[in-house]
């Protein structure tokens, strides 16, 4: 496994966008205390097939307005490549350079897939666009894409979405550090040269946690699984043994050489900053 050096690193941090006037004020606060601690940039999540397009662009505006770095999430499914095209002009206008293209869920009642079946299709369609205005991120599954058929075909599928123009790569999010080392080993076997970001995500609610894993495949080792279910509704020791497997996650794969790491916040800045902390980032 590539190590990075520690100032190459990249740090960020993932929300999703508020729908009400309350949300839009805890993200407010939310991202000026993650802010503090100097992350590389915010992305901002784009609903199923669209359908948070308008929330999404007022919420990377309103990060980029505030003096930080933002990346809009975009996903194909569903979609015409003559939104798409409309979608990628507005963020150019505005001055993004950084985005997050992801394949995405068909929103609900929806029978179409569109014009785009993978990422990897919309990957191309953003350099065929726009060249290389955009800093493109794609995603990675260490622990196998949950459609695939099985861990050979996800890597050949991921090969293709790099060789399509990706620049760099986030993964979902996974509890077992090895699976991560040995996704990265494969990708370098076949010549995939590209930073592969670990995505973190902070413990913070077992059973939504649960309902998380079960939608997109990642899984949580049974060891921590049986100690969560011990502790009940007992939500302060789920909350400190969570800090405490994530927090030695985060420490073996950047002791290992990971290239930075990329924290799904939940628009919560608590649980983040204490792992920032514990891991002596500051």
């Not at 979609?79 to 990628?88: N, Q, Y």
């Not at 029978?111 to 205005?133: C, K, N, P």
């Not at 899984?219 to 007992?234: A, S, V």
Request: hydrophobic share 40%.
């Amino acid at each position: 496994m590539q190590t990075q050096k520690n100032k190459d690193r990249v740090f960020s941090f993932e929300f999703f966008p508020p729908k009400t006037p309350e949300g839009v004020q805890r993200l407010v606060e939310t991202q000026r205390q993650l802010a503090q601690l100097g992350p590389e940039f915010f992305s901002v999540t784009y609903g199923a097939g669209g359908t948070t397009r308008d929330r999404t662009l007022e919420t990377v505006l309103a990060i980029q307005a505030a003096g930080q770095a933002a990346a809009p999430h975009i996903s194909c499914i569903g979609s015409s490549r003559e939104s798409l095209r409309d979608v990628l002009q507005q963020y150019k206008a505005h001055g993004i350079r950084h985005i997050v293209a992801l394949r995405g869920d068909l929103p609900s009642g929806h029978l179409s897939a569109g014009e785009f079946r993978y990422a990897s299709d919309l990957v191309r369609f953003i350099r065929e666009e726009t060249g290389d205005h955009f800093f493109v991120e794609v995603a990675a599954y260490p622990e196998v894409h949950p459609q695939a058929r099985d861990a050979q075909q996800a890597l050949k599928h991921f090969k293709i979405k790099v060789d399509a123009g990706a620049d760099s790569a986030i993964t979902q999010y996974f509890y077992n550090a090895d699976a991560y080392f040995q996704f990265v080993d494969e990708c370098e076997a076949l010549g995939i040269d590209l930073p592969i970001v670990p995505g973190i995500m902070p413990i913070n609610n077992f059973s939504q946690l649960s309902r998380f894993s079960e939608a997109c495949g990642a899984e949580i080792p049974r060891w921590i699984r049986y100690k969560m279910q011990g502790y009940g509704d007992d939500s302060a020791s789920i909350k400190a043994f969570g800090l405490d497997v994530v927090t030695h996650l985060c420490d073996r794969l950047l002791s290992a050489g990971a290239p930075g790491l990329h924290f799904y916040s939940m628009n919560s800045a608590g649980l983040v900053s204490t792992v920032w902390q514990r891991l002596g980032l500051s």
